[in-house]
């Protein structure tokens, strides 16, 4: 899986991360299913091909996480927490906004690096 530094800018600061990229269904679907441990400056970004409204759920993720929805334009819309779930039935986490980018990184990571929800994400995946 490829893998690509993205840059968060925040009122005040910009914030580096370096992710894998799930631009394809099949790693979509995969996402961090299985992973023990996430670095801490480390996530996922999943690319959708269009708009989406649609939520995440954690079947068979092992570790809590945290979620940013992202426009097109970069615009960081919500900013959610979800909970590992190992069981058959999982909640899902929907964000109530149409997205075209979602970063997955660990739990409180935004909340610890002040990327707040009006944020922008710069990054270039070709």
């Known amino acids: 899986m490829r893998k690509i530094i993205i840059r968060i800018l925040g009122s005040m600061k910009e914030t580096l991360l370096t992710v894998l990229v799930a631009d394809t269904q099949e790693k979509r679907e995969k996402g961090l299913m299985f992973v023990k441990k996430l670095p801490e400056d480390h ?10 409204y649609d939520g995440f759920w954690m079947k068979n993720t092992l570790i809590p996480l945290s979620i940013a929805f992202i426009d097109s334009d970069g615009e960081i819309l919500k900013i959610l927490n979800m909970w590992p779930c190992l069981n058959d039935e999982c909640p899902t986490y929907d964000p109530q906004v149409f997205y075209q980018y979602a970063i997955e990184v660990n739990y409180g990571w ?3 690096n ?4 009006g944020d922008y994400v710069k990054f270039d995946l070709f």
């Open 110 to 112: 935004f909340e610890r």
């Open 43 to 52: 996530g996922m970004l999943f690319v959708f091909s269009e708009k989406v």
């Open 114 to 117: 002040q990327v707040r929800e």
